[in-house]
């Protein structure tokens, strides 16, 4: 399947869908109001209700992501439909999706604060009066930086093709084993997912355009935003890495099989 079939699937699913949409973006909405309340209520009282508020947004962004993983899982498995939603498993699908961004992002910014710390170890016990940074320390901390960015985007690579193995392995473990994300990018084929990714990353630069003048109407353009748009691309992004998964993966697997058979 070509990376335009993907999208083109993706834009068709997700506008063949709309109910699902919406039940989406009443999720975004209800997670954004409580967001808001709490960055907005530091003078709430009691400050009981400032914690309520802090629980309810997570546990519906947990829904939102867990309710993400449920379309990679139903698209790599059965085809075509969206999943229903389904309370218990989406949050725990959800704190599972967190899960793995933790492990696959501690990583990378491990080892960054540990190059900042040995690069900067001459002055981290300095005085207040400490000589200006030598010019050395420059290249050094560019370099650093470099390490750094480099660093993130390969754990981000990872990432994103551990959330449908682990989708469709239906196990936190398998997620994690990045010894088989590096191989299922290899069987997906490095340039082709990198070609992927800058054509999903134009999408959304359009969308995000789109999105930007909508949002110039007040009050509705905010509406429309948050119960068609943002679900609406959502949807599309998971169904578009659950097609590039399935189409890569799962489909070689199944070709193995049938050679093995005869």
Known sequence: MSIESIFEDSFSYSKKNLEAVLL????FLIGGITSSV?????????????????????IFFFFIDGYGIGILRKTISEGNELPKLNLKENLIDGIKKLAIKIVYFIIPTVVTVVMILLAMRNYINAST???PLPE????????VCIISLALYI???LLYLIALPRFAYKNSLKEGLKINKVFEDISKIGWVHYITFLVVLALILCV??????????IPIVGILVFILLILPFITI??????????KNSIINENEIKEEIIDE
């Open 24 to 27: 989406l973006g009443v999720l």
């Open 38 to 58: 709490v960055s907005l209520g530091g003078n709430l009282k009691p400050f009981n209700w400032l914690f309520i508020f802090g629980i309810i947004s997570i």
């Open 129 to 131: 009066n400490a000589p």
């Open 136 to 143: 050395y320390m420059i290249p050094v901390l560019l370099l």
């Open 154 to 156: 390969i754990f981000l």
């Open 207 to 216: 969308a995000g355009i789109i999105s930007f003048l909508v949002m110039l």
């Open 236 to 245: 599309f992004i998971f169904r578009s890495f659950a097609l590039l998964y």
